[in-house]
């Protein structure tokens, strides 16, 4: 198994409303990145941290956040959610800056109604 | 601005034919390339990365920096292969910024 867990893995919020997805990395996975996939499409860089600061960002407003805690957790936040937000969610982390390669985690599917 | 491109949406070959996937990128400089795959109900995986240069369950890809390409290639295609393929580039530490994907599908 791959050691990176997502949850939860499906879930449903209103317009408006926010959301607090979580992924837990592997012991010793030092980076960890968010990635949004609409249907149909590749993986979008959402943003990535590196030793609990955020250390790159792709186009997303502000209202998407982004926590990396002590204990290889993380956490992506998104405020005032809106109908095109409906995606898969991914978590990937690596033990250093990606340099083996990312680990990702099965997602969380969002759906916004 | 970094781009990738992969111009086949859906493939379809017969078991023991040769794949290829292919995979343009746009990108000033030397970025790292990466081919991941999707296997049906399975997480996104690494399937090989061009600095590496290796072989991984058969198949290859070689960087052609003249081309911009990054093809996928397999000579002999197996059942199992059938997954949904993204190429994806990255520069230093930063993002990886994937294509839409390819969906290979190997037909007995």
């Known amino acids: 198994e791959t050691g990176v867990t997502q949850s939860p893995t499906h879930l449903i919020k209103t317009r408006g409303q926010q959301v607090t997805l979580r992924c837990s990395s592997q012991?010793?996975?030092?980076?960890v990145s968010w990635y949004q996939q609409a249907l149909g499409q590749g993986p979008q860089f959402i943003f990535q941290y590196y030793r609990e600061e955020e250390n790159g960002r792709g186009n997303f407003p502000p209202r998407f956040s982004g926590l990396q805690f002590p204990n290889y957790s993380s956490e992506l936040n998104v405020n005032a959610l809106e109908l095109d937000d409906s995606a898969l969610y991914l978590c990937?982390?690596?033990?250093?800056?990606?340099?083996?390669?990312?680990?990702f985690g099965s997602g969380t599917r969002l759906t916004v109604v | 601005a970094q781009r990738v491109t992969q111009p086949e949406k859906l493939l379809s070959v017969f078991k023991g034919a040769p794949v290829e996937l292919k995979c343009n990128y746009s990108y000033s400089g030397s970025p790292e390339l990466f081919w991941y795959v999707q296997y049906s109900r399975q997480r996104l995986q690494l399937l090989l990365r061009h600095i590496s240069r290796e072989s991984i369950k058969g198949f290859t890809a070689d960087l052609n920096k003249g081309e911009t390409s990054f093809h996928l290639k397999k000579p002999f295609a197996q059942e199992e292969d059938s997954a949904m393929y993204y190429c994806a580039l990255r520069k230093g530490a930063q993002k990886l910024v994937f294509g839409q994907g390819t969906r290979l599908t190997i037909n007995p």
């Open positions: 012991s010793g996975h030092n980076t």
């Open positions: 990937a982390s690596s033990p250093d800056h990606g340099d083996y390669g990312y680990t």
